[in-house]
């Protein structure tokens, strides 16, 4: 039995010594990993820095133009609809291209009017009711009034108001 104690308190202090070690050889490893991570970081921070004559390189292509918002009336008009009488009450913003353009739009506004009134009224309540045809019209609200303030000019046409009776 003493044999017995005796192996066992020397296998135990074998193991000991390797436990050691490995706690040993971990933390150097972590003090590594940390002391390099700081330095990549401190490089990055201090010493990366673009000098005074070189430009730094923005994207430009993530950066949407925004553009201005014209306000037109609502517009109300009658639809060609053979079985009835069909109304439209429509209000629309039209999305410019640049602040510049407001004062030009706010001169074309009868021109731009009479465009979209022409238009509205050559439809039926059919072609109008459908996701589809509110896109088709926006795009040739848009198609018209580039034609009349310049190509270029109108980015988006908004439908903020939509009624049919």
């Given at each position: ?65 925004a ?9 109300v ?18 999305e ?47 198609q ?22």
């Open positions: 039995m003493a044999k017995e104690k005796v192996e066992n308190g020397n296998t135990e202090a074998q193991e000991a010594a390797p436990k050691k070690k490995k706690g040993k050889f971990l933390i150097i490893i972590i003090a590594l990993v940390v002391l390099l991570g700081g330095a990549a970081g401190a490089y990055f921070l201090f010493l990366n820095k673009p000098k005074e004559g070189q430009k730094v390189e923005t994207s430009s292509k993530t950066h949407e133009v553009g201005v918002n014209f306000s037109l009336e609502p517009f008009v009658n639809l060609v609809d053979a079985g009835g009488t069909k109304y439209l009450k429509v209000s629309i913003q039209i410019l291209s640049d602040a510049k353009l407001m004062e030009k739009a706010k001169n074309r506004t009868p021109q731009l009017r009479d465009a979209i009134i022409t238009l509205l009224t050559s439809k039926t309540s059919d072609e109008l009711i459908t996701a589809e045809g509110k896109i088709l019209i926006k795009d040739e609200i848009k018209r009034a580039n034609q009349i303030l310049g190509e270029g000019t109108v980015l988006n046409v908004y439908l903020t108001d939509f009624v049919m009776q």
